[in-house]
Nanobody, 115 residues
Framework: QVPLVESGGGLVQPGGSLRLSCAASETRFSFTDMGWYRQGPGKQRDLVASRASNGITHYADAVKGRFTISVDKAMKAVFLQMNLLKPEDTAVYYC?????????WGQGTQVAVSS
């Protein structure tokens, strides 16, 4: 197992910003892809953003232009800068990291957007 430790969730007003962080506690693995999913109340878990080791990023249409994914130099940590947050962004956000053989998940962090 490669524990992924998330931080940065919380309560924010509409239009506000949050930055999520996710770091791998085991650094000997090489990840091919890292990113974030989210699961809103009563909804399925959906991909929010991903970043491959070749630098290619992908964003869900709902967050394009508002969220930015990045990784550290060693690609052992992934970050999600969330701007112009909307109530519909309220969800539990899960980070993930993939190797050639396995997928690993964070514990989830709650993001709530409400006035």
């Amino acid at each position: 197992q490669v524990p992924l430790v998330e931080s940065g969730g919380g309560l924010v007003q509409p239009g506000g910003s949050l930055r999520l962080s996710c770091a791998a506690s085991e650094t000997r693995f090489s990840f091919t892809d890292m990113g974030w999913y989210r699961q809103g109340p009563g909804k399925q878990r959906d991909l929010v953003a991903s970043r491959a080791s070749n630098g290619i990023t992908h964003y869900a249409d709902a967050v394009k232009g508002r969220f930015t994914i990045s990784v550290d130099k060693a690609m052992k940590a992934v970050f999600l800068q969330m701007n112009l947050l909307k109530p519909e962004d309220t969800a539990v956000y899960y980070c993930y990291a993939k190797t050639l053989f396995s997928d690993y998940w964070g514990q989830g962090t709650q993001v709530a957007v409400s006035s």
